[in-house]
């Protein structure tokens, strides 16, 4: 447990871990330390209840995009909170903020990624996007076009569908239940860890082959649908091998199956465009779902926007006349004046430029850290960065995961005002896009220290990283 300095903050912390089911927290280490209770941020820090400020090289959880204690956003909310604090877009309502986003978005997206449906967090946009291949098959006339191909190791979310679409191995607990019969896993595209001797362009063509092996398992009369995020992010910040989004959205095409592409992490801003899949990765894909930089974290909005032939067939084909899927808080009108504001802020602040900018700069002093004992990978684009910890430099063989690497430097470099998220044995990094250079040369700084500090303690351990 930290040190906790006052009464008040005691109580909090108390509270905290007597109520508060935290998502993903391991049960005995929170019933032995509770959790750190942050009390307020402003831009890309956060102070604890005990005064301490941390840089936070995690950006809330990728989604502080625009920086904390934003004035500007905070008036812009509270006037519309004053003016209309709720209204449904139900059936034949709307309101001004949700129009005007759809339109905003609309104006942003490529293609003719059109039109937008609202929820209120990556996962429900997600479950959306599901919901909206089976709707568009069926629409079409080809109910029995309802399986969806999804990648090991992806995170999509925490919904059942959203779940089931992930295929993380320590989300797949033996105690829940996913839908297994008609969603389908591929290997995600881990460069790093590729079959001995495979080069990239190897790597790419047994990729794609094995997607169209897929295809063929299941019969492309059934597949309506395939999902990947750009660069997958909590399954490790994976960046494809050239042209591997490209292939693969080809084949779709091909068997008319849906390209979702899950945007929800890279969507406005991360890697310095407003969406990746065309910018940097030179795909249109159907449908894109984003939520987290939408409001930069101000408030919880997603959409999934999809494109206008989409819309032809589930609104002229043969659907119900209206699509039965919905939230109360979709297009919820102050969640969309902060969406609305925060595009605002990006665009005028020049925000995708300075992530252009500091992104390249970030991975240029990251990839240092790669002579560091322990660090066997450093990779990432844009603001959305890893290292990748291993016992084993040359065989990449990691430690036993009772060794918790990754969880050991985070709490490291916590205690040197640094926060990088632990997971598995990786540490992942997303900070906020405002990010400048002394920022970066901090947390470069502080990574590097926290690794020699836990590189030191494993050796006296008696382990042997080499
Ligand atoms: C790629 C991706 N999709 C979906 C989600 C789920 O978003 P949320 O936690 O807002 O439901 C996440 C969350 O991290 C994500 O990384």
Avoid at 205 to 216: Q, S
Avoid at 357 to 375: I, N, S, T
Wanted: hydrophobic content about 35%.
């Amino acid at each position: 447990m930290t040190e906790l300095v006052n009464d008040a903050s005691r109580q909090i912390w108390e509270k905290d871990l007597r109520h508060n089911l935290h998502p993903f927290t391991e049960f005995p280490t929170f019933k032995e330390k509770g959790a750190l209770i942050i009390e307020s941020g402003e831009g890309n820090n956060i102070k604890d209840s005990n005064g301490q400020t941390y840089l936070d090289a995690v950006g809330g959880l990728w989604c502080t995009n625009i920086g904390l204690g934003n004035e500007e956003m905070a008036e812009t909310i509270a006037k519309q909170v004053k003016k209309l604090a709720y209204s449904s877009i139900f059936t034949d309502m709307s309101n001004e903020p949700a129009a005007e986003l759809a339109a905003t978005i609309a104006a942003l997206t490529p293609g003719d990624l059109n039109r937008v449906h609202f929820a209120t967090g990556g996962s429900t946009a997600v479950d959306s996007a599901f919901r909206l291949v089976h709707y568009y098959q069926g629409c079409q006339g080809k109910p029995d076009k309802i399986h969806v191909i999804a990648r090991h190791q992806a995170y999509h979310g925490s919904t059942y569908a959203a779940m089931s679409l992930g295929r993380k191995k320590s989300d797949r607990t033996s105690q829940f239940h996913f839908i297994t019969d008609i969603i389908h896993h591929i290997t995600g595209p881990d460069i790093y860890r590729a079959p001995d001797g495979m080069n990239e362009d190897e790597y790419c063509d047994y990729l794609v082959k094995e997607f169209e092996g897929k295809i063929a398992e299941i019969g492309p009369e059934k597949v309506g649908g395939f999902i990947a995020e750009p660069i997958m992010g909590a399954g490790g910040v994976l960046v494809p091998p050239k042209d591997y989004l490209k292939r693969i959205r080809n084949i779709c095409r091909t068997h008319d199956i849906l390209y979702i592409s899950d945007e929800v992490v890279t969507g406005f801003g991360r890697l310095g465009h407003w969406f990746a899949s065309e910018s940097v990765f030179n795909i249109i894909p159907d449908i894109i779902t984003s939520a987290k930089g939408l409001s930069s974290g101000y408030l919880p909005i997603s959409a999934t926007i999809y494109s206008d032939r989409i819309h032809q067939v589930i609104s002229e084909g043969h659907g119900n006349g209206y699509f039965p899927h919905g939230f109360t808080y979709s297009g919820h009108p102050v969640c969309c004046v902060a969406a609305l504001k925060n595009i605002e802020i990006i665009e005028r602040e020049n925000i995708l430029q300075n992530v252009r900018d500091v992104g390249q700069y970030f991975g240029e002093q990251l990839d240092a850290l790669k002579e560091l004992p322990l660090v066997g990978d450093v990779r990432g684009m844009g603001l959305m960065r890893c290292v990748e910890n291993v016992m084993n430099k040359q065989t990449r063989e990691c430690f036993p995961e009772e060794i918790q690497i990754g969880k050991r430097i985070s709490d490291a470099a916590e205690e040197l005002g640094l926060l990088v998220r632990p997971v598995g044995h990786l540490n992942i990094m997303s900070p906020g896009l405002t990010l400048n250079h002394t920022e970066v040369d901090e947390i470069v700084s502080k990574l590097g220290t926290a690794i020699l500090k836990v590189n030191t303690e494993l050796k006296n351990e008696g382990w042997n990283p080499c």
